[in-house]
């Protein structure tokens, strides 16, 4: 069993850096084992991957956030990251975490809004 927190979104001015993190709990497995990825949803839009990370550590981005984003994790911690640099309007969403190893789990999402 997997509970999952995020935290650290917000307002920010386009061409702004936030940090998001997503907290996991763990249950009956080790955290180390989980692929985990970030995910967002814009109002009226399709829920979409913007990054994701192996258990081995390899990293994966759509192309509208390379460059920008960066997606790590601390085993130690059960926290993964979402580094996001240079944002722009377009990147206002809602953000989940997400966690798979065998099955998948889904935080409730922090909201990034970011003006123009």
């Known amino acids: 069993q997997v509970q999952l927190v995020e935290s650290g979104g917000g307002l920010v001015q386009a061409g702004g850096s936030l940090r998001l993190s997503c907290a996991a709990s763990?249950?009956?497995?080790?955290?180390?084992?989980?692929?985990m990825d970030w995910y967002r949803q814009a109002s009226g839009k399709q829920r979409e991957l913007v990054a994701g990370?192996?258990?081995?550590?390899?990293?994966n981005y759509a192309d509208s956030v390379k460059g920008r984003f960066t997606i790590s994790r601390d085993n130690a911690k059960k926290t993964v990251y979402l580094q996001m640099n240079s944002l722009k309007p377009e990147d206002t969403a809602v953000y989940y975490c997400n966690a798979i190893w065998i099955q998948s789990y889904w935080g409730q999402g922090t909201q990034v809004t970011v003006s123009s």
């Open positions: 763990v249950t009956g497995s080790r955290f180390s084992v989980y692929s």
């Open positions: 990370i192996t258990s081995g550590g390899s990293t």
